[in-house]
Each structure stands twice: as C-alpha cells, then as structure tokens.
C-alpha cells in the first residue's frame, strides 16, 4: 500500500523559511512524479512544484519560482520542498502527491500543477506566513 506522509508546516513570519518533507512507503513504480499542492481556504488546491523520478526535473509554479526548491533523497524515499522568503499569501495547508499516470509523465512540464493526474496524496500540513 502507497502511503505519503508530509510533515513540516508551522508559523513562520513574512521573510523567513520552512522545509517541507514527504515521506513515501510502499512504492514499487520505477518511473513517477511527486508534486506538492497547497490550498489555502476558499480557494482551489494549486499546483506549487514537481520532480521526476526518471531524472530529477523539476518543475515550479510562477507564484514560487526563485523562492522554493524541491528536491529529493532516493535512500531516504523522502521529497522535500524548501521554501524561502514566505509570503503571507504562501499560507495554506500543503499536500504532497505521487502520479504514476503516463500521460502525466510525458508532459510533465505542462500538466504538473493538475491534481487530477496525482493517484496518492498526503494528508496535508499546514503552513502560515504571518505578516
């Protein structure tokens, strides 16, 4: 059984940082993407970033590019997302996800930020950004 476990959320202020972390057990798929969504109340869950497993591309939205990195360790079958200079805005509860769909994984670069791809997800972990 796939299980996802993220962790890592907290109160931080405006400026500062949070690293992220999804633990992944069960999984026997060579090939797959773990992304990380965010969904802050009232609005639809977001797609924030992706890696492939094939070769370690990684993806970012516009909202956080040049702020957070996401990045994985293979021995450990852990994600992290480490995330910079927080904005209130960053505040919401963040999912990690794993997709083995491959027509997800054909054009990753276009469809990462759709959930409707990811098969397993985290049970979520709240971040706020206070200002």
């Known amino acids: 059984e796939v299980q996802l476990v993220d962790s890592g959320g907290g109160l931080v202020q405006a400026g500062g940082s949070l690293r992220l972390s999804c633990a992944a057990s069960?999984?026997?798929?060579?090939?797959?993407?773990i992304g990380w969504f965010r969904q802050a109340p009232g609005k639809e869950r977001e797609g924030v970033s992706c890696?492939?497993?094939?070769?370690?591309?990684?993806y970012y939205a516009d909202s956080v590019k040049g702020r957070f990195t996401i990045s994985s360790d293979n021995a450990k079958n852990t994600v992290y997302l480490q995330m910079n200079s927080l904005k209130p805005e960053d505040t919401a509860v963040y999912y990690c996800a794993a997709s083995v769909s491959s027509v997800l994984l054909l054009r990753l670069w276009v469809l990462f930020t759709e959930s409707r791809w990811y098969d397993y997800w985290g049970q979520g972990t709240q971040v706020t950004v206070s200002s």
């Open positions: 890696i492939s497993s094939s070769d370690g591309s990684t």
């Open positions: 069960g999984f026997t798929f060579d090939d797959y993407a």
